[in-house]
């Protein structure tokens, strides 16, 4: 859970507080630390590791490695006790907002089922920084890792519903929510197909905000709440992580909540199909065929693919209102892991305006993306002899691309689309980073539609 880590900047505060001088590995002697807390530094053998901290009666050293992690200040605020500090280093607003977005996720922990809860070390912000900027984004990485860290048991469609619910209140927006077998009546079949056999009943989740004459943005995230695999099931390790599927709903939902927060100039739609992909009787199966609200037939080749099936769903209804922007947000495929590993979040669209936009916000904000081909010929796999189209490719080749590929068939041809293959969890942690639930790409994206669409 997020708690109040950052305070405004004075000068009397940052007068008052403990002092943080940050090392980079071996520049000990070059910085302006006390000469007391270099002396202690080396009787501790401190020499500036990336993450490193020490704590002394004139100060704090925190450790910077080689000085490549910009948000190396969450390591501070992880191992630091309560009480207010400082950064004695005077920084750009760039540096200094990162600092202070970096300080905030640094001292989240996960409590909520904790009942001892750890006190936070709050730090006086770089005079320089855009407090409200990084509160913002702290905010929604907040959120994104509570959601995704919630157990399905307590974060089944209801619940996500719930959060959502929340959020529109939070902002003033309108929501509106269609539940089991209204999907049918609605049309969206392959929503429905996907969630039917759960306790939990399936739902299409869609909430509206801002001037309806602004430009138009929607999001889509996927809501998948457990992927047990359906009838095609997942072994033990397959399923252990798989609470974190809605993780493409978590990030919607968080890039919404910074959008409305900075009230934005634009018209906001936020899509999230949420079910829980289950096994019963009534199951959807391998080779079935679905129909969808776009009117394609789609062949079930295996049903642990299911989440691009909902977002199917969910693109065909956010083109019908005729977007300027549509980004779906989705933990996909196990092979856009494969190929960019945990932290770089593979990204697509044909937009090459828009790619370089989120390219340079993505080094701006320390948020790692890397686009992706939307190659045509690998369209071909997605072939099918019974049904307009095949929900998966044939074999083991290309499989972000072509899940990426079918997605694009539900999208309208004139939109500004992006699509984001997501893993929504850190496996190991990184200084102040804790392994679990974690946002990735919304920053950047953020600032990209910030850029375009100023309050």
């Known amino acids: 859970m997020q708690h109040e880590l950052l305070t405004e900047h004075s000068s009397v505060a940052a ?8 090392i980079k590995d071996g520049a000990l002697d070059e910085s302006d630390a006390p000469k007391a807390l270099k002396e202690l530094a080396r009787l501790n053998d401190f020499s500036g590791d990336a993450g490193s901290v020490l704590v002394g009666d004139d100060g704090v050293l925190l450790g910077a490695g080689d ?13 630091l006790t309560e009480g207010q500090y400082f950064f004695a280093e005077e920084m750009d607003k760039s540096a200094a907002t990162l600092a202070a977005f ?48 919630t157990p399905a048991e307590d974060m089944d469609p209801a619940a ?35 969630g039917r056999a759960a306790d ?23 809501g998948v709440t457990f992927d047990s695999g359906g009838l095609n099931m997942k072994g033990a390790t397959g399923m252990s992580l798989m609470k974190k599927d809605m993780g493409g709903a978590a990030h919607a939902l968080a890039l919404a909540g910074m ?60 083109g019908e209102d005729d977007p300027e922007l549509m980004i779906s947000l989705a933990t996909l495929t196990g092979a ?7 932290e770089v979040i593979p990204f697509y669209t044909e937009d090459d305006d828009l790619a370089g936009e989120l390219a340079a916000q993505s080094n701006a904000v320390a948020d790692p993306v890397w686009r992706m081909p939307l190659w045509d010929n690998y369209d071909a796999m997605l072939s099918s002899q019974i049904a307009d189209v095949s929900h998966i490719g044939g074999g083991s080749f290309a499989g972000s691309i072509t899940a990426a590929l079918f ?4 999208t309208p041809k004139d939109c500004h689309w992006i699509h984001f293959d997501l893993y929504a969890w850190r496996p190991k942690p990184a200084p102040g980073r804790p392994a679990g639930g974690e946002a990735q790409a919304i920053r950047a994206v953020y600032e990209v539609i910030a850029n375009r669409y100023p309050a």
């Open 200 to 222: 939990a009943r399936p739902r299409l989740i869609d909430i509206k905000w801002g001037d309806e004459n602004a430009p138009k943005v929607t999001l889509v995230g996927k």
């Open 336 to 342: 856009a892991r494969v190929a960019l590993g945990p």
């Open 15 to 22: 007068e008052a507080a403990r002092k943080v001088y940050v």
């Open 67 to 79: 000085g490549k992690d910009a948000l190396i200040a969450a390591a501070a605020s992880d191992k």
């Open 407 to 410: 997605l694009r068939r539900f």
């Open 160 to 194: 996500l519903e719930e959060a959502a619910r929340k959020l529109a209140q939070d902002h003033g927006a309108k929501i509106n929510v269609i539940i089991g077998d209204d999907l049918l009546k609605e049309n969206f079949p392959m929503v429905h197909a996907v």
């Open 259 to 318: 959008i409305m927060s900075a009230k934005l100039n634009l018209r906001l739609r936020v899509i999230v199909p949420a079910v829980e992909n289950s096994v019963a009787g009534n199951s959807y199966r391998p080779s079935d065929v679905l129909s969808s609200r776009k009117g394609l037939s789609v062949e079930i080749g295996n049903t642990d693919a299911e989440g691009r099936l909902i977002l199917g769903d969910g693109l065909a209804l956010g």
């Open 102 to 149: 970096a300080w905030a996720i640094g001292g989240y922990r996960f409590d909520r089922y904790k009942s001892a809860k750890a006190a936070s070390a709050v730090l006086v912000a770089p005079k320089n920084a855009d407090l409200a900027a990084a509160e913002r984004a702290a905010g929604a990485v907040a959120q994104v890792r509570d959601l995704v860290n």
